[in-house]
Protein backbone atom coordinates (compact mmCIF):
# COMPACT_ATOMS: atom_id res chain seq x y z
CA UNK A 1 0.00 0.00 0.00
CA UNK A 2 1.14 3.44 -0.71
CA UNK A 3 2.33 6.03 2.52
CA UNK A 4 3.31 9.60 2.50
CA UNK A 5 5.53 10.77 5.07
CA UNK A 6 6.53 14.49 5.75
CA UNK A 7 8.99 15.94 8.40
CA UNK A 8 9.40 17.66 10.72
CA UNK A 9 5.78 17.81 12.92
CA UNK A 10 6.72 20.59 14.07
CA UNK A 11 8.87 23.72 13.36
CA UNK A 12 10.10 26.56 15.42
CA UNK A 13 12.87 29.22 12.98
CA UNK A 14 13.95 32.63 13.36
CA UNK A 15 12.80 35.07 10.79
CA UNK A 16 15.81 35.16 7.83
CA UNK A 17 16.77 31.46 8.72
CA UNK A 18 16.34 28.93 5.64
CA UNK A 19 13.84 26.51 5.49
CA UNK A 20 13.88 23.02 4.06
CA UNK A 21 10.60 20.41 4.76
CA UNK A 22 10.52 16.91 2.67
CA UNK A 23 7.86 14.25 2.06
CA UNK A 24 8.20 11.51 -0.08
CA UNK A 25 5.42 8.65 -1.17
CA UNK A 26 6.32 5.04 -0.83
CA UNK A 27 4.76 2.40 -3.37
CA UNK A 28 3.87 3.83 -5.94
CA UNK A 29 5.74 5.39 -8.98
CA UNK A 30 5.42 8.70 -11.13
CA UNK A 31 3.42 10.17 -8.21
CA UNK A 32 1.85 13.39 -8.44
CA UNK A 33 3.18 15.68 -5.64
CA UNK A 34 2.19 18.39 -4.25
CA UNK A 35 2.45 21.16 -1.06
CA UNK A 36 -0.58 22.70 0.32
CA UNK A 37 -0.27 25.44 3.22
CA UNK A 38 -3.25 26.24 5.71
CA UNK A 39 -3.31 29.19 7.83
CA UNK A 40 -4.95 29.14 11.35
CA UNK A 41 -8.55 28.10 10.90
CA UNK A 42 -8.56 28.64 6.83
CA UNK A 43 -8.47 26.64 3.41
CA UNK A 44 -5.81 25.22 2.06
CA UNK A 45 -3.98 27.09 -0.53
CA UNK A 46 -2.28 25.16 -3.26
CA UNK A 47 1.21 26.18 -3.37
CA UNK A 48 3.01 24.11 -5.73
CA UNK A 49 2.29 20.91 -7.70
CA UNK A 50 4.39 18.63 -9.68
CA UNK A 51 3.66 16.16 -12.25
CA UNK A 52 7.39 14.80 -12.91
CA UNK A 53 11.39 15.06 -11.67
CA UNK A 54 12.06 18.50 -11.91
CA UNK A 55 8.97 19.72 -13.29
CA UNK A 56 7.32 22.35 -10.54
CA UNK A 57 4.52 24.76 -11.11
CA UNK A 58 4.19 27.45 -8.92
CA UNK A 59 0.57 28.59 -7.81
CA UNK A 60 1.10 31.47 -6.00
CA UNK A 61 4.10 34.06 -5.76
CA UNK A 62 5.63 34.00 -2.86
CA UNK A 63 9.05 33.33 -0.50
CA UNK A 64 9.02 29.68 -0.81
CA UNK A 65 10.43 27.67 -3.85
CA UNK A 66 9.59 23.59 -4.40
CA UNK A 67 12.01 21.22 -5.73
CA UNK A 68 11.56 17.09 -6.75
CA UNK A 69 15.21 15.68 -6.88
CA UNK A 70 13.86 12.10 -7.10
CA UNK A 71 10.79 10.61 -8.27
CA UNK A 72 8.46 10.30 -5.04
CA UNK A 73 10.60 13.40 -3.05
CA UNK A 74 9.14 16.78 -2.83
CA UNK A 75 11.03 19.09 -0.83
CA UNK A 76 9.65 22.68 -0.04
CA UNK A 77 12.61 25.35 0.25
CA UNK A 78 13.13 29.16 1.27
CA UNK A 79 16.23 30.96 2.16
CA UNK A 80 14.84 33.74 4.03
CA UNK A 81 12.21 33.29 6.22
CA UNK A 82 9.16 35.85 6.93
CA UNK A 83 6.93 36.11 9.60
CA UNK A 84 3.76 35.25 6.95
CA UNK A 85 5.38 32.30 6.25
CA UNK A 86 3.99 30.83 9.73
CA UNK A 87 1.54 28.33 8.75
CA UNK A 88 0.59 24.61 8.57
CA UNK A 89 2.33 22.87 5.58
CA UNK A 90 0.46 19.53 4.20
CA UNK A 91 2.32 17.34 1.33
CA UNK A 92 -0.03 15.65 -1.14
CA UNK A 93 0.37 12.97 -3.53
CA UNK A 94 -2.20 11.29 -6.58
CA UNK A 95 -2.05 8.37 -8.88
CA UNK A 96 0.23 10.14 -11.86
CA UNK A 97 -1.26 8.96 -15.37
CA UNK A 98 -4.93 8.59 -13.64
CA UNK A 99 -7.19 11.00 -14.58
CA UNK A 100 -10.19 9.99 -12.41
CA UNK A 101 -7.55 9.76 -8.70
CA UNK A 102 -7.67 11.40 -5.59
CA UNK A 103 -5.59 13.58 -3.67
CA UNK A 104 -3.94 11.82 -0.09
CA UNK A 105 -2.28 13.98 2.21
CA UNK A 106 0.67 13.79 4.85
CA UNK A 107 0.25 14.83 8.14
CA UNK A 108 1.38 18.29 7.96
CA UNK A 109 4.26 20.31 9.46
CA UNK A 110 3.48 23.27 11.94
CA UNK A 111 5.62 25.95 11.43
CA UNK A 112 6.19 28.68 13.17
CA UNK A 113 8.42 32.10 12.75
CA UNK A 114 9.16 34.12 15.58
CA UNK B 1 -5.18 31.69 -5.25
CA UNK B 2 -8.52 30.22 -6.33
CA UNK B 3 -10.61 28.71 -3.62
CA UNK B 4 -14.08 26.87 -4.04
CA UNK B 5 -17.54 28.80 -2.41
CA UNK B 6 -18.36 25.94 0.47
CA UNK B 7 -21.09 26.57 2.84
CA UNK B 8 -22.06 26.98 5.59
CA UNK B 9 -19.01 28.24 6.79
CA UNK B 10 -19.94 26.64 10.47
CA UNK B 11 -22.66 24.68 12.02
CA UNK B 12 -23.56 23.33 15.63
CA UNK B 13 -26.17 20.97 15.36
CA UNK B 14 -28.10 18.73 17.78
CA UNK B 15 -26.56 14.77 17.90
CA UNK B 16 -28.78 13.11 15.47
CA UNK B 17 -29.48 15.61 13.46
CA UNK B 18 -28.56 15.27 9.41
CA UNK B 19 -26.35 18.02 8.06
CA UNK B 20 -25.97 19.08 4.62
CA UNK B 21 -22.78 21.23 3.01
CA UNK B 22 -22.16 22.49 -0.63
CA UNK B 23 -19.62 23.81 -2.26
CA UNK B 24 -19.88 25.34 -5.79
CA UNK B 25 -17.06 26.89 -8.50
CA UNK B 26 -17.22 29.03 -11.50
CA UNK B 27 -15.27 26.30 -13.50
CA UNK B 28 -15.81 22.78 -14.36
CA UNK B 29 -14.68 20.07 -12.69
CA UNK B 30 -13.97 16.31 -13.22
CA UNK B 31 -13.40 15.25 -10.07
CA UNK B 32 -15.15 15.94 -6.82
CA UNK B 33 -13.34 15.18 -3.14
CA UNK B 34 -14.55 15.54 0.41
CA UNK B 35 -12.32 15.25 2.88
CA UNK B 36 -12.57 15.77 7.23
CA UNK B 37 -9.84 17.22 9.01
CA UNK B 38 -9.34 16.99 12.60
CA UNK B 39 -6.86 19.37 14.57
CA UNK B 40 -3.60 19.54 13.81
CA UNK B 41 -3.31 16.98 11.34
CA UNK B 42 -3.79 16.02 7.66
CA UNK B 43 -7.65 15.84 5.75
CA UNK B 44 -8.60 12.28 5.53
CA UNK B 45 -10.76 11.56 2.17
CA UNK B 46 -14.09 10.53 2.66
CA UNK B 47 -16.09 10.25 -0.41
CA UNK B 48 -14.56 10.71 -4.55
CA UNK B 49 -16.99 11.63 -7.45
CA UNK B 50 -15.39 11.35 -10.59
CA UNK B 51 -19.43 11.84 -13.14
CA UNK B 52 -22.20 14.55 -13.47
CA UNK B 53 -24.75 13.38 -10.92
CA UNK B 54 -23.19 10.75 -9.84
CA UNK B 55 -24.08 10.09 -5.91
CA UNK B 56 -22.24 7.88 -4.06
CA UNK B 57 -21.80 6.85 -0.12
CA UNK B 58 -20.11 5.94 2.43
CA UNK B 59 -21.80 5.06 5.65
CA UNK B 60 -24.22 7.67 6.93
CA UNK B 61 -22.19 10.03 4.32
CA UNK B 62 -23.46 10.90 0.90
CA UNK B 63 -21.75 13.02 -1.31
CA UNK B 64 -23.33 13.98 -5.22
CA UNK B 65 -21.42 15.42 -8.34
CA UNK B 66 -23.75 18.16 -9.77
CA UNK B 67 -25.21 17.99 -12.87
CA UNK B 68 -23.51 20.61 -14.19
CA UNK B 69 -20.11 19.78 -12.78
CA UNK B 70 -19.94 23.10 -11.09
CA UNK B 71 -21.40 21.77 -7.62
CA UNK B 72 -21.34 19.27 -5.39
CA UNK B 73 -22.87 18.47 -1.83
CA UNK B 74 -22.41 16.38 1.34
CA UNK B 75 -24.80 14.97 3.51
CA UNK B 76 -23.97 13.32 6.91
CA UNK B 77 -27.56 11.61 9.03
CA UNK B 78 -27.61 10.91 12.64
CA UNK B 79 -24.43 13.21 13.34
CA UNK B 80 -22.51 11.77 16.50
CA UNK B 81 -19.93 13.74 18.40
CA UNK B 82 -16.80 11.84 16.58
CA UNK B 83 -18.53 13.80 13.23
CA UNK B 84 -16.72 17.41 15.20
CA UNK B 85 -13.81 18.86 12.70
CA UNK B 86 -13.85 20.83 9.63
CA UNK B 87 -15.23 19.28 6.30
CA UNK B 88 -13.28 20.75 2.94
CA UNK B 89 -14.46 19.94 -0.59
CA UNK B 90 -11.72 19.54 -2.90
CA UNK B 91 -12.10 19.57 -6.75
CA UNK B 92 -10.28 19.15 -10.27
CA UNK B 93 -10.24 21.30 -12.77
CA UNK B 94 -10.66 19.83 -16.23
CA UNK B 95 -7.45 19.49 -18.18
CA UNK B 96 -5.30 19.90 -15.15
CA UNK B 97 -3.73 17.60 -12.26
CA UNK B 98 -4.45 20.34 -9.38
CA UNK B 99 -6.91 20.31 -6.56
CA UNK B 100 -8.32 23.21 -5.24
CA UNK B 101 -10.05 23.07 -2.10
CA UNK B 102 -12.55 25.16 -0.87
CA UNK B 103 -12.80 27.28 2.70
CA UNK B 104 -14.35 24.48 4.93
CA UNK B 105 -17.34 23.45 7.05
CA UNK B 106 -16.54 23.59 10.93
CA UNK B 107 -19.00 20.88 12.11
CA UNK B 108 -19.67 21.28 16.53
CA UNK B 109 -22.13 18.20 17.11
CA UNK B 110 -24.02 19.13 20.85
CA UNK B 111 -24.68 15.76 22.55
Known amino acids: SQTIHQWPATLVQPVGSPLSLECTVE??????LYWYRQAAGRGLQLLFYSVGIGQISSEVPQNLSASRPQDRQFILSSKKLLLSDSGFYLCAWSEGLERNTEAFFGQGTRLTVV | GQQLNQSPQSMFIQEGEDVSMNCTSS?????WLWYKQDPGEGPVLLIALYKAGELTSNGRLTAQFGITRKDSFLNISASIPSDVGIYFCAGRPSGTYKYIFGTGTRLKVLA
Open chain 1, 27 to 32: GTSNPN
Open chain 2, 27 to 31: SIFNT
